[in-house]
């Protein structure tokens, strides 16, 4: 089945433990992505990958690092952890279509954070 | 940045009535774009997506129509169902100066009353 894993589900941990989300697809997409949603705000993009090795910033990428060394891996990284990113993350990735543009997005069922 | 939004929050309907979803966006240069439905605890869920050489899609019981010169989308939903209660979010390709990423919009709730 066509799927992304997101890992814990749930987390609750304290301010400047680091922690690691990890994400995983079985779908060999190119592109992958870090979004949170918070209520009233949406879907924010944190980083994205186009590709192995190639990383970029999304719209809130401040307390957050990305590595994308395989292909069906994009682990989320808080190096120190503060309570304002307590919040629900989601993966997606997604193959790159004709021109570079993109296609629809594959979400992982997402990860609840709280930060105390 | 430019945004994607939502006309309405929230929107009530009554099971087997027609629902209508609408969304605006700003960002001239985008040109493709996606709904999504996401139910409570579960992720968004690809619906039904198009691009700007068209103005309008169908899918099974949905319909997507772009209109580029107002900039407008909506989601039309046939007979609505009890199943379709959930966030409905539009997205744009924000282009490749983003990397082509989707912006999102804040979604809107729909409701189906029986």
């Known amino acids: 089945e066509a799927q992304v894993t997101q890992n814990p589900r749930y987390l609750i941990t304290v301010t400047g433990k680091k922690l690691t989300v990890t994400c995983s697809q079985n779908?060999?997409?190119?592109?992958m992505s870090w979004y949170r949603q918070d209520p009233g705000l949406g879907l924010r993009q944190i980083y994205y990958s186009m590709n192995v090795e190639v990383t970029d910033k999304g719209d809130v990428p401040e307390g957050y690092k990305v590595s994308r060394k395989e292909k069906r891996n994009f682990p989320l990284i808080l190096e120190s952890p503060s309570p304002n990113q307590t919040s629900l993350y989601f993966c997606?990735?997604?193959?790159?279509?004709?021109?570079?543009?993109?296609?629809?997005?594959?979400f992982g069922q997402g990860t609840r954070l709280t930060v105390v | 940045g430019e945004s994607v939004g939502l006309h309405l929050p929230t929107l009530s309907v009554q099971e087997g009535d027609n629902s209508i979803i609408n969304c605006a966006y700003s960002?001239?240069?985008?040109?493709?774009f996606i709904w999504y439905k996401q139910e409570s605890g579960k992720g968004p869920q690809f619906i039904i997506d198009?691009?700007?050489?068209?103005d309008k899609r169908q899918g099974q019981r949905v319909t997507v129509l772009l209109n580029k010169t107002v900039k407008h989308l909506s989601l039309q939903i046939a007979a609505t169902q009890p199943g379709d209660s959930a966030v409905y979010f539009c997205a744009e390709n924000a282009g490749s100066n983003s990397g082509y990423a989707l912006n999102f919009g804040k979604g809107t709730s729909l409701l189906v009353t029986p």
């Open positions: 960002n001239s240069a985008s040109d493709y």
């Open positions: 198009i691009r700007s050489n068209m």
């Open positions: 997606a990735s997604s193959f790159r279509g004709v021109r570079g543009v993109r296609t629809e997005a594959f």
């Open positions: 779908m060999n997409h190119e592109y």
